[in-house]
């Protein structure tokens, strides 16, 4: 018993030693024991799994960001990708019907409409909360490569290698807003979600709007300022070919007779003024805050959901997004290898991150810390969306899905320790 005991305490020693300075120290750990003690401790890959397992939950990484020549990840295989295809291939060949389901038939989800509501109310109400926390806790954007910072003091991290950033890789701050922590994807607004796509020659014709609120509107929002058509009858798909009945019959148009033929050069943008004032104390910031959270998550969530019926394309290799079946032929890729593509998009689907793109910025671990990060302890400093750190620097309290990235469980080191650092 006692030797079984020992060797427990040494598997928990190897766990510890893995822990805090990685799997490689714990493997060669692992090897310096003795014969008998590794045979009663267990096998190496019972260690190695409870050491993964253990890592797992205390800290992650965000997202590592692409090279210029990667292409995004595909949220559907490619396997899946090339079996579909080859069904509508083979559908198409045969002269029958193809049974469409809503929203492939034109027609909408109906249990999915409130929760369009809900996604287009929660990013209104988001942008409100977030127009005034950002009045106490200030945002900064450098001018050069379009960093993002949310708190007092500006970060010391040289990260800025970009054309005409200084040698020193240092930032050139200025005061950012709400565009820089919830910045917008646009798409062009689609008249008819089952139309042809918008070409290039009509990219200057279209209005284009926030993608978020172009799924919305295709989900079952209506807007006043963006009208669109609501099918009464079904499309049919007979040996590929879409049929539409409905052009024979009179259109039921949402808003109007008729969609007004002005671009959005020429129609006057809406300011929305939020009544600003001066919070009394931090518990009206924290409320603000806790508000805010709570809509951010609801909008991704509800996003989440209407993305699995409505389809959503991105760019392989550009931000680009288009909230439809197919893509739009404006060849206004600028991205790599777009001679290739003749400057049109590598379109395919997109995710929640494309819609709504998370800028992910340095977590503050103490707001309240007069001294700023730095670049020697940056390996040391964890990341979250700037969305949730400006909500999480104003009392709110962060989810497990995001507590992982701030590396809470680390020990910041002085400066004049870093090297001591294990």
Sequence with gaps: MRKIFESDLLACEVEEEGRRVGLSRAIATYAMLSRPTRRLSGNKKLVLQSFLSTTSSCSADVPRQLRRSERKPLVTSINDLKRKARLDRKARH?????????????????NLVPVAHEVFDARTRLVRCASRVVESIPVHSCCVCGEVHVGRIPHRIRTCNVAGSLPTKEHNWVKGGVEDVLPNAESFHLYDRLGRAVSHEERLQVDRIPAIVELCIQAGVDVAEYPTKRRVIPVYNIAGKMIDFERKYPRDYSHGKDIEPSGFWRRKTKTVNYVSQSFSSDDILQDLARQGMKEWEKMRAGA?????????????????VQVGPKGHRARICQAYKHQMRNGQHAWQEASIDDLVPPVYVWHVPDPRHSSPLVDELRAYYGKLPAMVELFAQAGADVGEEYSVLMREDVTLPEVDEEKLAV
């Design 304 to 320: 989440t959901k209407l993305m699995k019926k409505y389809a959503v394309q991105t760019c392989g290799f550009c931000p680009e």
């Design 94 to 110: 045969e002269v029958r019907e193809i049974t469409l389901r809503p929203p492939e038939n034109g027609l909408l989800v109906k």
